[in-house]
């Protein structure tokens, strides 16, 4: 009875984590049968959450004190979920808002 942005569960050590496909919850479609997702653990307000993700690239810090407001021309359903975006040497960085993120997916 879970919506479907919800992949299932997981177990990270000794704890049942839900899972979240963000690929399902950003409105994209869905990976290639043979593609399988990495698991990104976040901590929110309701406890810890594994993202669902393609590939994971460079861990970098930002200041969010450099963010920009995310452009009308993104998707609303995207737009929903981001705080900010970043500017890379050669290109974007949006900072997904891992609460709002999360949220729709427990029914919040």
């Known amino acids: 009875l879970a919506p479907p942005v919800v992949a299932g569960l997981i177990n990270l ?55 920009t407001p995310v452009p009308e021309t993104v998707d609303e359903q995207l737009r929903a979920v ?3 975006v970043y500017k890379l040497k050669d290109r974007l960085l949006l900072a997904l808002n891992t609460e709002a993120a999360t949220q729709v997916a427990v029914g919040g």
């Open 13 to 67: 050590r000794g704890q049942i984590v839900m899972a979240v496909d963000l690929r399902a919850r950003l409105g994209f479609p869905a990976r290639d049968d043979g593609a399988a997702p990495m698991n990104v653990v976040v901590q929110t307000l309701g406890g810890p959450v594994s993202l669902l993700v393609d590939r994971i690239g460079d861990v970098i810090e930002v200041r969010p004190d450099l963010f």
């Open 82 to 84: 981001t705080d900010g």
